[in-house]
């Protein structure tokens, strides 16, 4: 029963470590939100965007009255907030997607040069939450690991790029603003559920490193 809670407490810090299931959730909702707008308005960019911006902050609102972390609320309402501001400044409506489209690229990358300067981020991330701090470095088993499971992550972002990119390219705002709720919770589950998975294969034990 105890490794049993320990596993779940594992998952339940990884998904932490990205703001939780309901902010990786909540996320996708302003720009879902966007495009209804802007289609129900007959295309009014301004407005669209405003309505965006409160349903961010009505969201971020919401997290901080149940006693969530600031960082996690702020982070999201900022985000949108630079959404509109580049959407409504430049006059093109898909414009409200490019911030996530330029993170994930960003991302991506970061990710990619961890591992070539041999600080894998996902390294950096689990260290901490099996017990092993920064110790893994000395392991070049460990390093191995780390890498694996950090490119896992690379082609997360790639992924969401190669498919979200041709459709701001294209102009495709519904089917943009689909693709991105469609690809935010569940993308992001499945690679957490491997990035578990190839912990437990490298017999990484929590029930272990607690004790």
Do not use: C, H
Request: aromatic fraction near 10%; glycine fraction near 12%; charge should be neutral.
């Amino acid at each position: 029963m105890l490794e049993v809670e320990l596993e779940e407490k594992e998952e339940i810090n990884l998904l932490d470590e990205l703001g939780g299931p309901q902010g990786i959730a909540d996320s996708s909702i302003p720009g879902l939100v966007f495009v209804i707008a802007y289609t129900a308005t007959g295309q009014k960019l301004e407005l669209s965007a405003g309505i965006a911006i409160g349903i961010a902050a009505l969201i971020g609102l919401i997290r901080l009255i149940r006693g969530e972390r600031a960082r996690y609320a702020l982070s999201g309402f900022f985000g949108v907030v630079l959404a509109g501001f580049i959407a409504t400044r430049t006059g093109k409506a898909e414009n409200f997607f490019l911030p996530g489209l330029l993170f994930n690229a960003g991302y991506a990358l970061a990710y990619a040069i961890s591992v070539a300067v041999r600080w894998p981020l996902m390294g950096v991330f689990i260290g901490p939450l099996i017990g092993e701090g920064m110790t893994w470095r000395d392991d070049p088993d460990r390093v191995r690991l780390f890498n694996r499971i950090s490119w896992l992550w690379v082609g997360t972002f790639l992924l969401r790029l190669a498919v979200q990119l041709p459709l701001y390219l294209s102009g495709a705002l519904v089917a943009l603003g689909i693709a991105k709720t469609a690809m935010g919770l569940p993308i992001f589950a499945i690679a957490i559920w491997l990035s578990y998975l190839m912990l437990r294969a490298a017999g990484i034990d929590l029930k272990q490193q607690e004790a």
